[in-house]
């Protein structure tokens, strides 16, 4: 082999591991659940092709139709509160002030326990009988809750564990976005007289665009597929309370083993959140252009 031959192939000798692992752990997943999507398991074992009747039974389901309404609750809700809370941490935690990589520490430190760690944790603290939680309200001389074995409160539980989980995660994007900022244009605008809330409104929030983009599609993305803490402290109670669309999903599969159907269901998942992403991409740039 010449030798300019191969100089022209040493490129592709260095991304082929790389595309290698994408093709095998990203293309042949999807392929392979667009593919089972669409077929149906008999009895013994056989995969049988079905068509569009795993979908239509997925939009005909009342239960999917529930999940899809528990997870429109929780994004709603979740999303501004997490991405609000991370902002204003971030705003917290990037002034110059004696110890303060101390607060960006313990803001940031639950991100580095593992999302089953923290369910166990907030298991123990929400326990009805025994928990931290309701410990500290008998003290405070008010009723104990039920937390996670309520169908009001469930929801909102879990709700509380993402955003602490989460919000010092965010924090740590918004934070770096802050830092970018050059101080002279604070500096300037308060030469001219500009309050707080217009160098915020005005300066802040325009120049953190791209980071705030990225964090709010981000932290779609996640809290759509949010499935840990459902399984570890509810199983999707009770009475369906908190029966996010990837733990129905996840049913599907492996209590009813309806695998086409639960495919079915994970690519529509997958559908939506790509379609709202896109949307939600879309808003923010014509919104920053404007």
Do not use: C
Request: charged share 10%.
């Amino acid at each position: 082999m010449s030798l300019r031959r191969r100089e022209a192939l040493l490129p592709y000798l260095f991304i082929g591991p790389a595309v290698g692992g994408l093709l095998v752990f990203r293309v042949y997943p999807i392929v392979l659940a667009l593919w089972q999507s669409l077929h149906t398991q008999t009895l013994d074992g056989l995969q049988r092709f079905a068509g569009p009747a795993n979908y239509l039974a997925i939009v005909s389901d009342p239960q999917v139709w529930n999940a899809v309404r528990v997870t429109a609750v929780f994004n709603l809700i979740i999303n501004p509160l997490q991405i609000a809370l991370a902002l204003g941490l971030a705003l917290l935690v990037n002034r110059r002030v004696p110890a303060i990589g101390v607060f960006r520490t313990a803001y940031f430190l639950p991100m580095t326990v593992s999302l089953t760690i923290t369910a166990i944790i907030w298991n123990l603290i929400l326990n009805p009988q025994l928990g931290l939680a309701n410990g500290v309200l008998v003290r405070l001389g008010l009723p104990p809750q039920p937390f996670l074995i309520s169908e009001r409160q469930a929801l909102a539980s879990i709700m509380a564990l993402a955003t602490w989980k989460g919000v010092g995660y965010w924090m740590v994007f918004l934070l770096a976005g802050l830092q970018q900022i050059p101080a002279a244009v604070f500096e300037a605008a308060s030469l001219d007289g500009a309050t707080p809330w217009r160098r915020f409104r005005d300066i802040t929030l325009p120049l953190l665009r791209r980071v705030l983009a990225f964090v709010l599609v981000a932290d779609l993305a996640i809290n759509i597929l949010m499935f840990v803490p459902v399984y570890l402290l509810t199983g999707g109670g009770p009475h369906g309370s908190t029966e996010l669309l990837m733990f129905h999903a996840y049913r599907l599969a492996f209590v009813f083993l309806d695998w086409g159907r639960a495919t079915a269901l994970a690519v529509l998942i997958v559908a939506v959140l790509l379609m709202l992403t896109g949307v939600q991409l879309r808003l923010l740039r014509a919104e920053f252009e404007y």
